[in-house]
């Protein structure tokens, strides 16, 4: 089981910029952790993928509506990923999730583990 730990969000003005990180730990191999991802639940709606890498080559995807504005990078060696956001707008209003997961498919982290959640507010 591998235990994640979301920090970093906040309030911030659009157009603004915040940078999530995602401190993993507990079962740490790199199996358990074949990908990982960061998910975002907007108010009222259902939780959506935002970003995956594949941990072993720095693989990654992005959702159409982050593309260009987001990115996502990882530190293999301190169990971190992180999920910069640049030109934040209200519409990425959202409680956003780490995730861990086993298997990439099609071009998506299937997550097995999540964190608690950050929260991160535009305005």
């Known amino acids: 089981h591998v235990q994640l730990v979301e920090s970093g969000g906040g309030s911030v003005q659009a157009g603004g910029s915040l940078r999530l990180s995602c401190a993993a730990s507990?079962?740490?191999?790199?199996?358990?952790?074949?990908?990982m991802a960061w998910f975002r639940q907007p108010p009222g709606k259902e939780r959506e993928g935002v970003a995956s890498v594949i941990t072993i080559d720095g693989t990654t995807d992005y959702a159409d509506s982050v593309k260009a504005r987001f990115t996502i990078s990882q530190d293999n060696a301190n169990n971190m990923i992180y999920l910069q956001m640049s030109s934040l707008r209200p519409e990425d209003t959202a409680m956003y999730y780490c995730?861990?997961?086993?298997?990439?498919?099609?071009?998506?982290?299937?997550?097995?583990?999540w964190g608690q959640g950050t929260q991160v507010t535009v305005s």
């Open positions: 995730a861990a997961g086993r298997k990439w498919e099609g071009s998506h982290c299937v997550p097995d583990n």
């Open positions: 507990g079962s740490t191999s790199r199996h358990a952790r074949s990908c």
